[in-house]
C-alpha cells in the first residue's frame, strides 16, 4: 500500500472549514483513499473514502486531485467536537493484510 | 445495532499472567482485526481473519495468538504478559467489497502489565 504524509498538528476556528491535506504521490491505480479520525481515548471512527472521483457525505468531503497524488478532507463547519487525530490511508480495496498502520495523522485542534 | 464489542474495557495484569480480549461483531462481516496503540502513536496491526477459521499475522504479532471458530468473534490471546504489551487494543470488522471496505473499531480494551 502507498505511503501518505500529512501535517502533524493544525488549527481551525469553530464554525470555518477545515481543509486536511493528505499526499499520497506512489498511489497506485487501483488504491483507495480512506479517511478515518480518533477522537481522544475512543476506537477510530470511518468518516469517507474515495477511488478518483470527489466524495461527499453528511460528515466530510473528500476532494481528490486529478493526478490522485494528493487529497484533501474537508468538514465544512468544525465543531469543538470535531477536534481528534485524522488519519489518511491508501490501501487496494479487499486487502485486509494490508492495513497495517495508521501512522501519526493530523491533530486537528477546533478552537472556540 | 451494537457494531463491534470488546470485552473488558479496562484490566490490569501482572507480568507472566496470561489473559483474552473478547471480541464480537453483529454486523456479519467477514474480516476481523485486532490493533494495538501505544501512547501518542498510530495504529498497529497484530492479527487479521479474512473469515472464520481463517487467520493471519500482522505487523506486531509477537506474543499473541487468535481464533477464529464463528464468523461473530475473533478473541486475542495474550501468553505471558510482559509490560511492552501495556497499550490500548482495538478490535474492528469489515465487509469486503470491490468498491471499498469500510473498518468498525470497538471501542478499546486498556491493558496494563505490572
Known amino acids: 500500500d502507498a505511503k501518505t504524509t500529512q501535517p502533524p498538528s493544525m488549527d481551525c476556528a469553530e464554525g470555518r472549514a477545515a481543509n486536511l491535506p493528505c499526499n499520497h504521490s506512489?498511489?497506485?491505480?487501483?488504491?483507495?483513499v480512506y479517511w478515518y479520525r480518533q477522537i481522544h481515548s475512543q476506537g477510530p471512527q470511518y468518516i469517507i473514502h474515495?477511488?478518483?472521483n470527489n466524495e461527499t457525505n453528511e460528515m466530510a468531503s473528500l476532494i481528490i486531485t486529478e493526478d490522485r497524488k494528493s487529497s484533501t478532507l474537508i468538514l465544512p463547519h468544525a465543531t469543538l467536537r470535531d477536534t481528534a487525530v485524522y488519519y489518511c490511508i491508501v490501501r487496494v480495496a479487499g486487502n485486509a493484510g494490508n492495513m497495517l498502520t495508521f501512522g501519526g495523522g493530523t491533530r486537528l485542534m477546533v478552537k472556540p | 445495532n451494537a457494531g463491534v464489542t470488546q470485552t473488558p474495557k479496562f484490566r490490569i495484569l501482572k507480568i507472566g499472567q496470561s489473559m483474552t480480549l473478547q471480541c464480537t461483531q453483529d454486523?456479519?462481516?467477514?474480516?476481523m482485526y485486532w490493533y494495538r496503540q501505544d501512547p501518542g502513536m498510530g495504529l498497529k496491526l497484530i492479527y487479521y481473519?479474512?473469515?472464520?477459521?481463517?487467520?493471519d499475522k500482522g505487523e506486531v504479532p509477537n506474543g499473541y495468538n487468535v481464533s477464529r471458530s464463528t464468523t461473530e468473534d475473533f478473541p486475542l490471546r495474550l501468553e505471558l504478559a510482559a509490560p511492552s504489551q501495556t497499550s490500548v487494543y482495538f478490535c474492528?470488522?469489515?465487509?469486503?467489497?470491490?468498491?471499498?471496505?469500510?473498518?468498525?473499531f470497538g471501542e478499546g480494551s486498556w491493558l496494563t502489565v505490572v
Open positions: 474515495g477511488l478518483k
Open positions: 474492528a470488522s469489515s465487509y469486503n467489497s470491490l468498491s471499498g471496505n469500510t473498518i468498525y
Open positions: 481473519s479474512v473469515g472464520a477459521g481463517i487467520t
Open positions: 454486523m456479519n462481516h467477514n474480516y
Open positions: 506512489t498511489i497506485s491505480g487501483n488504491e483507495y
